[in-house]
């Protein structure tokens, strides 16, 4: 998720080279989070002022339904939830900076409107992000769809017309860049293994990415290179089965009178009898790639689809498929913990943590799945609000602060 590293630095401040006038454009950005943040800290440091606020919320009849939370400097999730719930309640900071002589650092109207601009910008991350982390079996299908929404949704940010948005869009998009064209024909590959897409939703969002001529180059690379795995496959299986089959027969017995025996028509009938068998083997793969295609998609009427369980069940129809979707749908989508998604601050492992022995390590993994599934985790996880200071990775100092999360199970 590299672009939301690049939106989160962004928010942060604009980097050293750009030029001045860019960098001043960007520190709007940055000011008006800042204004935000500021208001928000002012009216939950004491529950005097948070009991005020809540008298504020009742005289103008806005209904006081979250809490105001303050976000993480470092995790971009917590300044949406912040976000979020302040221009929620727009009106009542307003109300209560005519009436507080100590409230002093309240928005202005452009920061309001700049805060809201980048919530709505935030909140592409956030849904996909929340989708990812929060999905207890995330296969690879689930990927492509999110990322070509990303890539799209910065395509109309960079001509929205709002300056400040199109420079932090270009900025964004020369990073995605980097990491698109190395990712996409491998996860298009496990969108189309999802029956409920195959080439339909390829053929939709790489004609709306790369426009009608480009996007037919792209999506004949893709099919070409699932042709190729699926001959590759077909050919391991046809060996292994051969192997299995010879392991099965007993050991020959050549009587010594068939010593210089002449290749009669039996011998070479048997041999060709092979010989059509492999070489027909090419155009029933291709057939069984093709039948698959042609095959209407299966209809999306459930909330959630069982892939792997589908290609279990249909594993006699298409066996070839079924092999390579069980390798490309096991390439997990984030190769990153959730909560590193959300953060800009840097991970480290502590040396208590990188002394662990492998089967240790398994061990502390299986239970953490385990446990999860226990709890019910199998539906999205909702993540309410991240709250007080920093989590940066693994901190073996006890001292050290620890961030206080609510999580409602969906």
């Not at 989160?8 to 050293?16: D, F, H």
Request: aromatic fraction near 12%.
């Amino acid at each position: 998720m590299s672009s939301l590293d690049a939106l989160s630095n962004t928010l942060e401040k604009s980097a050293p080279s750009e030029e001045p006038i860019g960098t001043n454009r960007l520190q709007l950005i940055s000011h008006a989070i800042e204004r935000v943040r500021d208001s928000v800290h002012y009216w939950t440091a004491t529950p005097k002022r948070e009991e005020k606020f809540k008298e504020t919320c009742a005289q103008l009849k806005i209904p006081y339904t979250k809490n105001l939370c303050l976000d993480c400097k470092t995790r971009w999730n917590s300044t949406f939830l912040m976000l979020e719930v302040a221009i929620m309640y727009r009106d009542v900071f307003e109300r209560l900076s005519l009436h507080e002589s100590q409230y002093k650092y309240f928005p202005s109207e452009k920061d309001w409107d700049m805060a809201d601009e980048i919530f709505q910008r935030l909140r592409v991350f956030f849904d996909v992000t929340e989708l990812f982390s929060g999905t207890t079996y995330p296969t690879s299908n689930l990927y492509f769809p999110k990322v070509c929404v990303i890539r799209l949704a910065l395509m109309e940010w960079k001509n929205c017309g709002n300056e400040i948005i199109e420079m932090m869009a270009t900025r964004m998009i020369t990073k995605f860049e980097k990491y698109w064209g190395v990712i996409n024909t491998v996860m298009a590959i496990g969108t189309l293994l999802d029956p409920r897409y195959k080439m339909y939703l390829l053929n939709f969002f790489f004609r709306k990415i790369y426009g009608e001529t480009e996007a037919c180059v792209v999506i004949g690379q893709v099919k070409r290179v699932v042709q190729d795995l699926v001959l590759e496959y077909a050919t391991k299986g046809r060996e292994r089965d051969k192997a299995a089959q010879l392991d099965m027969l007993p050991p020959p017995s050549i009587p010594s009178s068939s010593k210089g025996r002449k290749f009669s028509h039996e011998d070479w009938q048997a041999d060709f009898a092979a010989h059509v068998s492999e070489e027909s083997a090419f155009i029933d793969t291709k057939s069984e790639l093709d039948y698959y295609l042609e095959e209407r998609p299966v209809p999306q009427t459930e909330h959630y689809f069982y892939i792997l369980n589908w290609w279990k069940s249909n594993e006699a129809k298409f066996p070839t498929l079924q092999a390579i979707a069980r390798d490309f749908l096991a390439i997990p989508i984030s190769t990153v913990a959730s909560e590193s998604s959300f953060s800009t601050g840097g991970r480290f492992v502590t040396p208590h943590r990188s002394r662990l022995r492998p089967d240790t390590l398994e061990a502390l993994m299986c239970n953490q799945d385990w446990l999860w599934n226990e709890l019910g985790t199998t539906t999205n996880i909702g993540i309410e609000c991240y709250i007080i200071h920093n989590i940066e990775g693994d901190v073996d100092d006890s001292s050290k602060s620890e961030s206080t999360i609510t999580i409602i199970m969906g």
